[in-house]
């Protein structure tokens, strides 16, 4: 983390935990960054039909963020069984 031991101690496990995720954090932007650069390249080449995401070579998969609701009856019924009523 780059701290003294000083420093450490004087911290709170709170502070532990958000220097530890800005960390994390740090280091996925920098692997997103490279994936950038090598999906360029690679799409660059116009050996492949498609573009590469750099999504696709960090293996990642588009989360949905809402499911599809197929009818006003089934949202209904969701509600009632979320809220229960």
Not at 28 to 55: C, D, F, N
Request: hydrophobic content about 40%.
């Amino acid at each position: 983390m780059g701290l003294t031991i000083q420093e450490f101690w004087d911290l709170t496990p709170h502070e532990i935990v958000l220097i530890a995720e800005a960390k994390q954090f740090q280091k996925e932007e920098q692997l997103h960054l490279m994936a950038w650069a090598v999906a360029h390249i690679i799409s660059y080449t116009g050996r492949l039909k498609r573009p590469v995401s750099p999504s696709k070579l960090l293996g990642k998969k588009k989360e949905r963020k809402t499911k599809p609701i197929r009818d006003k009856k089934q949202a209904w019924d969701e509600l009632m069984k979320k809220f229960g009523r």
